[in-house]
């Protein structure tokens, strides 16, 4: 058993120090493409480099730390890794876990001596929240060879600050972020540790989840502009209240989530804005976000489609406009069986129970298991929350979850070149 080389400390120590990288004020928030998510990639390479290994970084802001083999073989590698970035006043555990958990990893097989085959590959990817530029997995799309210089110009922020712009303010390069792709012909098989962001195994009092299905994700960005008059002078019958219809749009939205066609079907208006924002004016614009997600390809996109549908007869009938913007699109993504089976393997191994599951938050390793074989292990989250500064995963946790991982990549390490 692998177990006792992980350390329950070193993780607190970990998920403290990033933790401490934070705008202030409750839960944590390190945004994308922001000064302090720079900073959290200088923490791990710090980590990574004490560690002996090599770490560089790719033009779109990944960070990627390996360790080389130690027999002197010329195999694919292997890796593990999350992401940085945080929700607004999130919390201390998503994607920090993932990459905490890959220091450990990397720890635990340095300190150990244990024998590498392959290279294995820590990586901490930037951008991977979509709360900032509405699009998530940014780091990790460009690895997959999704990104192109265009598209990161096209995407911006809610002070119009566009993902190109943020990222040359740092000193990376959007407009070589083609080069960040990887070769698939380099990589063996990626395993991302990640928060449950869920209830399902604290409730069944299991430490592991073994993800087989990533659910997709549909985002839009929709303004609607009616007119903005004064409250007190301007009869009910006259008005093009934006908000009003705006109110009818979100409450279609969980109608339509909620009807027997969607059984499974998740959609949330996480952000409504208005203007002009005064007590005593009529709302003349209202800017809000939809999120889509669902395990079905299909009935994902015609979810969209029938929201926009809706969303026109609502505006038509109120006398408003409507500017609908596709702002992301990830299918939902089923990850290999047979690595699947390695970490259902390793936990056994290791004496810990679990479920297989399916994922309803969006991940890295959507994006890059278009490039390499794709698993991952989910650890409890305390009440099922997300998202909230009351995240909370413990350290007992943290490193079964770790335990696993460790487990995992070795039999990944003693695999073949042919059974890839």
Known sequence: MVKTLVRPDNIDRLIARFAEISEGGPGVTRLAYSPLEREAHAVF??????LGATVTGDAVGNSIAELPPTTGGQMAAIGTGSHLDSVPVGGRFDGIAGVCAGIEVARAVVEAGLERNRPWRIVAFAAEEGARFGQACNGSRAVAGLSTPEGLAA?????????????RSLGLAPERCREATWDRADWCAFVELHIEQGNLLESSGLPIGVVDVISGSSRLLVRIEGTASHTGGTPMYLRRDALAA??????????????SRHRGTRVTVGRLEVQPGSVTTIPGEVVFSVDVRDLDNARQRET?????????????????RLVV???GDTSPV?????LAGEIVSAAGAEGYAYRVMSSGASHDSQQVNRIAPTGMIFVPSRDGLSHVPQEWTTSEELSAGAAVLLATLLRLDARSEAAR
């Open 246 to 259: 705006a109110a009818e749009c979100v409450l279609v939205c969980e109608r339509i989530a909620g009807d």
């Open 155 to 167: 995407l911006h922020d809610k002070n119009g600050v566009t993902l190109a712009e943020a990222m």
């Open 45 to 50: 390479a710090e980590e990574m480099t004490r």
């Open 304 to 320: 969209v489609e029938e929201l926009i549908g809706r969303f026109g007869g609502i505006v038509e009938r109120r006398r408003v």
């Open 334 to 338: 089923m990850l290999p069986s047979w």
């Open 325 to 327: 913007e596709r702002t």
